[in-house]
T-cell receptor, first 109, second 114 residues
Framework: GQNIDQPTEMTATEGAIVQINCTYQ??????LFWYQQHAGEAPTFLSY??LDGLEEKGRFSSFLSRSKGYSYLLLKELQMKDSASYLC??????????WGAGTKLIIKP | IAGITQAPTSQILAAGRRMTLRCTQD?????MYWYRQDLGLGLRLIHY???????GKGEVPDGYSVSRANTDDFPLTLASAVPSQTSVYFC?????????????FGPGTRLTVL
């Protein structure tokens, strides 16, 4: 079966750095996406990785290792508004997104 | 209309009733999707459409049907609602259905079936 694993919840301090991990087992791989979802709102796109390595976009970076079935989202200089759920999703061989259950990130002052 | 909209925002429905959730996008995107989101589970694909006039089944299609008569609209119908269909439903769209295609999500419909 297909499976995406990520921690259920993480806590971090304002101004700090946090890394959210995602491991996956899917039938085929056509890219990995990270989305942010604030409580009661729709998911919004953060990043896309299809080749191994690090993609940097402002305070957010995403890393992919296809051989290990592993990705992480790195958030720097945490702000209170970063409190949200972070969803990892892999596009499988049918070009359908398989979603993890999300990691709820709690930021403390 | 800007982006992707859904209606209604929320609905309480008696079991056995028929219900259509509406989704409209004005971005001229070819592909559209319906997901459900339940606590503790990832988003699960119900149905999708890669282009107007075509539809396909996702991971959890039973009890749901869709149509795609034109580019903009992608309604989801529950023929006879059951309590297990209580969920938050998100419609999404993307330019195409290939590998790099960011999906844009509507605000969601919170459905409760009693």
């Amino acid at each position: 079966g297909q499976n995406i694993d990520q921690p259920t919840e993480m806590t971090a301090t304002e101004g700090a750095i946090v890394q959210i991990n995602c491991t996956y087992q899917t039938s085929g791989f056509n890219g990995l996406f990270w989305y942010q979802q604030h409580a009661g709102e729709a998911p919004t796109f953060l990043s896309y990785n299809v080749l191994d390595g690090l993609e940097e976009k402002g305070r957010f970076s995403s890393f992919l290792s296809r051989s290990k079935g592993y990705s992480y989202l790195l958030l720097k200089e945490l702000q209170m508004k970063d409190s949200a759920s972070y969803l990892c999703a892999v596009m499988d061989s049918n070009y359908q997104l398989i979603w993890g259950a999300g990691t709820k990130l709690i930021i403390k002052p | 209309i800007a982006g992707i909209t859904q209606a209604p925002t929320s609905q309480i429905l008696a079991a056995g009733r028929r219900m259509t959730l509406r989704c409209t996008q004005d971005m001229r995107h070819n592909a559209m999707y319906w997901y459900r989101q339940d606590l503790g589970l990832g988003l699960r694909l119900i149905h999708y459409s890669n282009t107007a006039g075509t539809t396909g089944k996702g991971e959890v299609p039973d009890g749901y049907s869709v149509s795609r008569a034109n580019t903009d609209d992608f309604p989801l119908t529950l023929a006879s609602a059951v309590p297990s269909q209580t969920s938050v439903y998100f419609c999404a769209s993307s330019v195409g259905s290939g590998s790099y295609n960011e999906q844009f999500f509507g605000p969601g419909t919170r459905l409760t079936v009693l």
